[in-house]
């Protein structure tokens, strides 16, 4: 636990904090160690729009309660923006700046010159355009400072009793959708109410992609479940507007999609 207190020492080097707060296994953590650090003058910031699933939403309203940090939620549309409608290799990067913006300029009114996010360590290994808008909006990342990575904060999050330790990373639904195909609030909508009827069948970690001509590719954790619900499925994803339904047999698996901008 020793790189926890170094982390909740250097969050009271400053003072006073805003907390970027998804309601995910890193932002929780980094929430429940800046309200140890700084009690009233801590507070958790979510960004509510279309394309996070309303369940996350109330999942982090649930647990800024049971941390006792502050909660704020800030709505935007980035759907509203053409250049991420238009869903381009840079989406992510995109829309980053703009959530930092909002955050910034609300923080800004509210005297908060310090923002953090929950960006970590084993973050740096993977595809994320976040790292590079967020650092040069000067957000502050204490688990890349310190070198705290994923498996860690899963392992710190447990040994505080957060019930976030073993919560399935989550992505906005915007990563459901292959670069170049367009983003519309139909559409993702479709794709949210989908993952919720998997995981109301029993699937943790779940993502259904939606390629051209309205065809839904499903990643799982459990494939022969899903082989043996196959004809609930299909029906279901068909009456949401699907006209074609499949299912990965490489199984659910993170940011599939950027594959094809590491090639």
Known sequence: MEKLERIKEAIKDKRKIVVMFSGGVDSTLLAKLAYDALGENSIAVTIDSPVI????IKEAKRLATLIGIKHEIIKIDELK???LIENPPNRCYLCRKLRDAIVKNWAEKKGFEIIADGLNYSDLRDYRPGVKASTEDGIWHPFIEFQVTKEEIRKYSKLLGLPT???PSMACLCSRFPYGFGLTKERVETVEKAEEFLKGLGFRDVRVRYFPYNAALIEVDDLEKALRER???VAQLKTLGFSFVSIDLEGFKSGK????LLR
């Open 165 to 167: 330790w073993n919560k």
């Open 231 to 233: 004809d609930e499925i």
């Open 257 to 260: 999609l950027n594959r094809i």
């Open 81 to 83: 923006s053409k250049h």
């Open 53 to 56: 699933p309303r369940s996350e």
